[in-house]
């Protein structure tokens, strides 16, 4: 994870305390939630004497994540994505986490998968990566899928500003997942000819399912709809005048 020692460590689900002892020798703070009671006052005990540790007994996805934590946490896989959701909607710094390799891909998207709902709705505030498989003797017991460690990390700045984000979230609920092309799902919002103007853009394959054009291009197309909402016109896909920093989604939207 990178610990320092200046950092605040939020670790969700620390159990018997494996991790713990590492992440308290690395931190400055260190929180710890865990909803089974017994094994929160497990922790309390042991950590009484050391005024940098606190041991929360709780939900949690139901208390708030500190601004500027860095989060640890090996959850259970019926709840990753309601604490994909809790975390996202936080003010962590970043997030390590481990998780079925079906779910990761889901949040992931390119380039490790084709775009989902989840991976286009975390992207424009959340840069998420796998860093590596894991194998199943990794654990005790070992599990019966497959699992990766992950790792989600805020935008600063966002690719999409709060106060476009509902918006974007429209958009994206919108045009993705109903239709079985590209171009069909594009039809509510652009004509024909805007279609073709950001095709050539854009370099899209209109005739592709949807999840196969990347995040870079959902965020150009959300920037042109958001053009033609203002009366701007059919100006280029990739938006304004200005030059994106290298290396950004929409500096690699560009032909």
């Known amino acids: 994870m990178g610990i320092r020692p200046s950092d605040l460590v939020y670790e969700v689900g620390p159990g018997r305390g494996a991790l713990t002892e590492h992440l308290v020798r690395r931190s400055a703070r260190l929180i710890a939630v865990e909803i089974d009671a017994d094994l929160a006052e497990g ?6 004497d050391d005024p940098a540790v606190e041991v929360i007994g709780g939900d949690f996805l139901a208390l708030p ?32 986490l481990i998780m079925q390799r079906d779910a990761a891909l889901r ?19 959340w840069h998420f990566e ?18 990766v460690f992950t790792w989600m990390a805020r935008l600063d700045p966002p690719l999409v500003t709060p106060h476009h984000g509902e918006a974007y979230r429209r958009f994206i609920d919108t045009h993705f997942g109903r239709e079985r092309t590209l171009r069909a799902a594009l039809r509510p919002t652009f004509t024909r000819a805007q279609i073709e103007r950001l095709r050539q853009d854009l370099h899209l394959d209109l005739d592709a399912p949807p999840s196969a054009a990347s995040f870079s291009r959902w965020l150009a ?24 920093p290298a290396g950004s989604p929409e500096s690699r939207c560009r032909p």
């Open 130 to 147: 796998i860093l590596r498989a894991l194998h199943p003797t990794d654990f005790d017991p070992p599990p019966r899928v497959q699992c």
């Open 65 to 96: 994540v500190p601004a500027g934590a860095r989060v640890a946490t090996n959850l259970p896989f019926s709840i990753t994505a309601d604490a994909i959701r809790h975390l996202a909607a936080s003010e962590a710094r970043d997030a390590h």
């Open 221 to 244: 197309l959300f920037r042109a709809s958001s053009s033609l909402d203002r009366g701007v016109g059919r100006r280029r896909a990739c938006g304004g005048p200005r030059t994106p």
């Open 43 to 48: 922790l309390r005990s042991r950590y009484m």
């Open 107 to 125: 949040f992931a998207g390119e380039p490790w998968a084709p775009e989902s709902r989840f991976s286009l709705l975390l992207k424009p505030w």
